[in-house]
């Protein structure tokens, strides 16, 4: 069974520059669409972006324009690229397969926290 881990997050200012990484375990990750979620306190997990196998991408309205979602598939991660982030991005970022979320497998997540 893939594991997944995130890293990256931390503590930025808002209008500031976060990556997050999401390592995989084994290379079958190259054959499946990887997603981004965050939850918030006291909210639902909210799909932020999807890349396919084939590398095609998908973001909600909410990060389109300031989130880029790429992946590595030699080095079985994928990335999240987040710039301009806003205090409302503030969240336990996720990775995880479509199949592993509609299961309710989730990793340990990166928090992100956008303050000044």
């Known amino acids: 069974q893939v594991q997944l881990v995130e890293s990256g997050g931390g503590l930025v200012q808002p209008g500031g520059s976060l990556r997050l990484s999401c390592a995989a375990s084994?290379?079958?990750?190259?054959?499946?669409?990887m997603r981004w979620y965050r939850r918030a306190p006291g909210k639902q997990y909210e799909l932020v972006a999807t890349?396919?196998?084939?590398?095609?991408?998908n973001y909600a309205d909410s990060v389109k324009g300031r989130f880029t979602i790429s992946r590595d598939n030699v080095k079985n991660t994928v990335y999240l690229q987040m710039n301009s982030l806003k205090p409302e991005d503030t969240a336990v970022y996720y990775c995880?397969?479509?199949?592993?979320?509609?299961?309710?497998?989730w990793g340990q997540g990166t928090q992100v926290t956008v303050s000044s």
């Open positions: 995880n397969t479509p199949a592993r979320a509609s299961f309710g497998s």
């Open positions: 890349i396919t196998d084939g590398g095609n991408t």
């Open positions: 084994t290379s079958s990750f190259s054959l499946s669409a």
